[in-house]
């Protein structure tokens, strides 16, 4: 398939029908990238949006922590009592 021709600039110069073709032949290309970046937004806006639902990050407070901190102990101390003599010597 020929498509117009060169003057002797070396520019090609394409007649309707020919611009016609080429229409034709890349028209479904052309569909599939117009559609492509279309997605392409619809995917960066989304992701903006979730970003900017998940701003909220909670904090523990100090009497909390005290609390966790309390409990990790007296758990602890439970596990330690129930260790006998022998296992405690194994693992220092």
Same mark, same amino acid.
């Given at each position: 398939m020929y498509l117009g021709h060169y003057n002797q600039n070396g520019d090609m110069i394409l007649?309707?029908?020919d611009v016609e073709r080429v229409v034709k032949i890349f028209s479904?290309?052309?569909q599939k990238?117009?559609?492509f970046e279309q997605d392409q937004l619809l995917y *960066?806006?989304?992701e903006r949006t979730?970003?900017?639902l998940h701003t909220f990050k909670p904090q523990i407070n100090e009497a909390n922590k005290e609390l966790a901190q309390r409990a990790r102990s007296r758990q602890a101390d439970k596990m330690s009592a129930r260790l006998s003599s022998y296992d405690? *010597?194994?693992l220092k």
């Open positions: 007649f309707q029908e479904d290309l052309n990238r117009m559609i *960066r806006k989304k979730q970003m900017q405690r *010597r194994s």
